[in-house]
């Protein structure tokens, strides 16, 4: 139906709108549905999560939908019953870009993954058996084919138990019930390997932001959980240290870090073509406890290293639930960024990891980090094995988060998936 006026002509689209949960999940926002729910082919989903979250029309601030703004309170949790026998629910992760209009199913989401297991429950897509206190739902990571768990308390109706006391250190989250979120063999989600450069440490060349003057930062390119970029944060470009991680040219050198990682990794050919895929590689700057780089007012003493992260081309403003698991394991890890910059202020302390530990033993050992960003802490437990050859395993990795529904209801969407189109006569 078109509607005529003076001088343009508009065509009315009808609404349609499916079934969802919006929901804080760790330190991120999103929205959680069912994948019976949208089209049988991903690749059909963008038109209409765009459209539902803001970004169909452009706008960043994504003002025509749920969406919040920015990459912390842009994404979608789609869920579905298992096809596979021994796991509870399939998982997809997908990553509203406000600022290209884009969605990108690259890589997963840590943080969302707890909220996975509340819905889970919710919708009844897990079986309770008995009066069960605490319950342990099996989820399918379909973008990086890992396999996941979510171990949460349930109450006698078989819900997920709500109110607890159980805070997300020093973070401005309240209280809530505890939920933990483990990543079994979390080696290799985007790539084959722990180390896909090869190496534990990486030397990545950049142009000088004032003078174009080749410069070399020092990184780890590492894939846990998901692939990261951990910067030494004494390697970085000296306008960075003066202005800080949010000043747009900071921010401009970072982003030119990350999109020559992908192209040292050989997922981009050019660095316009790293632009387009702003989810994988992700990036962070890495400094050891108590250094220049900390930004936040609080005590860092008990923190064994600082990051600052970065997200979609932004400041990050806590730290990504699977960048603590991959931070986690490049600090279990000898020779790593990560691991240096801890040493650096603990030169006659043995690391976990050492030779002289492990010499001869294949048994799994574990550690907590405790991981110090812009806003508070956040605790990494690392469980890794090591061969006779001095070969890495990660075993498994788990971080404790909590969650809380918002709201539930339907959300629409345009039915051509579409803005109202304005057309000149």
């Given amino acids: 139906m078109k509607v005529n006026s003076a001088s343009k002509s508009y065509t009315r689209i009808k609404q349609r709108s499916i079934p969802g949960v919006w929901m804080r999940s760790g330190t991120s926002k999103g929205l959680f549905i069912r994948r019976e729910h949208l089209p049988e082919s991903p690749k059909d989903w963008e038109p209409i999560l765009l459209d539902v979250m803001g970004s169909s029309d452009g706008n960043p601030q994504q003002i025509d939908g749920i969406g919040g703004g920015t990459s912390t309170t842009s994404k979608v949790a789609v869920v579905s019953q298992s096809t596979h026998p021994e796991i509870d629910v399939d998982y997809t992760f997908v990553q509203i870009n406000s600022s290209t209009g884009k969605a990108e199913m690259w890589g997963t989401c840590g943080n969302m993954v707890a909220g996975v297991g509340l819905f889970a429950l919710d919708e009844g897509l897990v079986n309770l058996s008995g009066q069960q206190e605490i319950i342990e739902i099996k989820i399918f990571a379909t973008n990086t084919n890992q396999m996941l768990k979510v171990t949460a308390k349930v109450t006698a109706d078989g819900k997920a138990e709500e109110g607890r006391d159980h805070r997300m250190l020093a973070n401005p989250i309240p209280p809530g019930s505890p939920i933990k979120v483990t990543f079994c063999a979390p080696s290799g989600s985007i790539t084959r390997g722990l180390f896909p450069s090869g190496e534990s440490t990486t030397h990545l060349p950049i142009g000088c932001p004032d003078t174009g003057a080749p410069l070399l930062v020092r990184a780890t390119l590492i894939d846990c959980a998901n692939l990261f970029v951990f910067v030494d944060a004494e390697s970085m470009p000296s306008r960075y240290r003066i202005e800080g991680p949010s000043s747009r040219a900071s921010k401009a050198i970072v982003e030119t870090i990350r999109r020559r990682a992908s192209i040292h990794l050989g997922l981009s050919r050019t660095s316009d073509e790293a632009a387009q895929r702003q989810g994988i590689p992700k990036i962070a700057i890495v400094a050891s406890s108590g250094s220049w780089a900390s930004r936040a007012s609080l005590s860092t003493s008990s923190a064994d290293v600082e990051v600052t992260?970065?997200?979609?081309?932004?400041?990050?403003?806590?730290?990504?639930?699977?960048?603590?698991?991959?931070?986690?394991?490049?600090?279990?890890m000898p020779n790593t960024v990560a691991s240096d910059c801890w040493r650096s202020v603990r030169p006659n302390t043995p690391p976990p990891d050492s030779s002289e530990s492990l010499l001869g033993r294949t048994a799994p050992e574990s550690r907590m980090w405790r991981i110090k960003h812009p806003m508070g802490?956040?605790?990494?437990?690392?469980?890794?094995?090591?061969?006779?050859?001095?070969?890495?395993?990660?075993?498994?990795?788990?971080?404790?988060?909590?969650?809380?529904?918002?709201?539930?209801?339907?959300?629409?969407?345009?039915?051509?998936?579409?803005?109202?189109?304005?057309?000149?006569?």
């Fill in 309 to 332: 992260a970065f997200s979609m081309g932004n400041l990050h403003p806590t730290f990504q639930l699977t960048g603590a698991i991959c931070l986690g394991a490049a600090l279990s």
């Fill in 377 to 425: 802490w956040i605790d990494s437990e690392i469980c890794w094995s090591r061969n006779a050859g001095g070969e890495f395993t990660i075993e498994k990795a788990s971080v404790i988060c909590t969650a809380r529904k918002l709201f539930q209801g339907s959300v629409f969407y345009r039915q051509n998936c579409m803005t109202w189109l304005e057309q000149e006569r």
